[in-house]
């Protein structure tokens, strides 16, 4: 079976081909950083506009470097959400529409059940059940993992997800956007223990939130940064320093969680997706905790670790696979939980 994946959920239009016997055929990203920069975040109306000029040019060197005819294709994926709503339509409009031209299924994927399942795309790949560490620029969460849809939400966060706090702090900063390879750049040449910022709730005697011990907070972290910026010139120095500390604090929280978890969902496995999986201290740091648990710990490679179109075109293929259907009735949701998705075993 062979998949064409849509992404258009934030500022990447992604495009991959999947197929199932061979793999990842092709895939395309246009990262849309760049329009994006002045404004120092994402502009929800500028990103629909630039998916919809994107969309349909990568779509088609997709297909040609894949060699594969609209023939050839035999369903077609897109991101439903979580994501900008204007966005998100622009993906659904093109997938429903090429999904009805071509006489094809479709199927709508939730974004971060893309992302959860990217490690799935390299050599080895984790076999269910798992813990999974979702960590992206608009979540941040543990789910424990027993099949395709089946995700119980361990911990999440109270506030910011983590990306958000690493972009917020770049830019306190005056790093720029996205914040978190800018922050992990400015690090490298940092001290990490020069300012002591807050790890949020990782005291377990203390339980909050819906799920005890296992909930995130990162706005009190931004807030720190805030404080040690205050009434002094920021040189290069100081802005490696609380880059370096930043990244620490943020990396310790999710180590932390990440073995509470584990703990407590016995899992033998440990998935870690989503932009932030990027960051290289966080990989290095939970690859530690995994050999001292005994655990197998996982990664996208870093190209799919943010958003991208080959993510998409394999849970796409997974959920047509099973039979799931979209019907080409027009939509998006720019809200919803990664629980309410329906399970296939
Ligand atoms: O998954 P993603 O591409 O988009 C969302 O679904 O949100 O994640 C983007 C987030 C941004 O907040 C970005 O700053 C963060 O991932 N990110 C990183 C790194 N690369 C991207 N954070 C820390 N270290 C990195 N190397
Ligand atoms: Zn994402």
New binding site residues.
């Given amino acids: 079976m062979r998949v064409l994946g849509i992404e258009t ?2 500022d ?1 239009t992604g495009v991959a081909l999947y197929d199932s016997g061979q793999g990842l055929l092709a895939h395309r990203l246009f990262s849309q950083t760049e329009l994006h920069l002045d404004y120092g975040g994402v502009v929800p109306e500028l990103a629909s506009r630039d998916h919809i000029r994107k969309a349909l040019p990568l779509i088609r060197t997709v297909m040609a470097e894949a060699g594969t005819h609209p023939a050839d294709v035999d369903g077609i994926a897109f991101t439903t959400g979580p994501g900008l709503a204007g966005a998100l339509l622009v993906g659904a409009a093109l997938g429903r529409s090429l999904a009805y031209a071509w006489n094809v299924p479709c199927v709508g994927i939730h ?1 971060m059940e893309g ?1 959860l399942l990217s490690p799935m795309l390299e050599p080895d790949p984790p076999a269910f059940p798992f813990t999974a560490l979702l960590v ?3 979540h941040t969460l543990l789910a424990d993992v027993q099949a395709l849809g089946d995700y119980r939400i361990l911990g999440e966060s109270v506030d910011d997800a983590v ?2 706090a ?2 917020k702090t770049a830019k306190l900063l005056g790093l720029g956007y ?4 800018a ?2 750049q400015a690090a490298r040449t940092g001290n990490p223990d020069r300012f002591k910022f807050p790890r949020p709730m990782t005291d377990r005697r203390k339980t909050h939130g819906a799920h005890p011990g296992l909930d995130f907070s990162f706005s009190g972290l931004k807030t720190a940064v805030v404080t040690a910026v205050q009434n002094q010139p920021l040189t290069p120095e100081l802005i490696a320093d609380i880059a370096a500390s930043f990244e620490q604090a943020a990396v310790d929280v999710l180590a932390i969680k990440c073995e509470w978890a584990l703990e407590q969902s016995g899992a033998r496995r440990l998935v870690v997706a ?3 999986s ?3 201290k966080l990989r290095e740091r939970l690859r530690g905790l995994a050999e001292k648990l005994g655990v197998r710990v996982y990664f996208p490679r870093g190209e799919f ?3 991208n179109g080959a993510m998409i075109a394999y849970a796409g293929y997974l959920r047509l696979a099973a039979g799931q259907r979209e019907p080409l009735t027009f939509g998006a949701r720019a809200r919803w939980r990664i629980e309410e998705l329906s399970t296939v075993k």
């Fill in positions: 959920s934030c990447d974004h992302h992206s620029g608009g990306g958000e690493f972009d996205p914040g978190g390879p922050i992990a989503g932009g932030v990027a960051n290289l670790s943010t958003d």
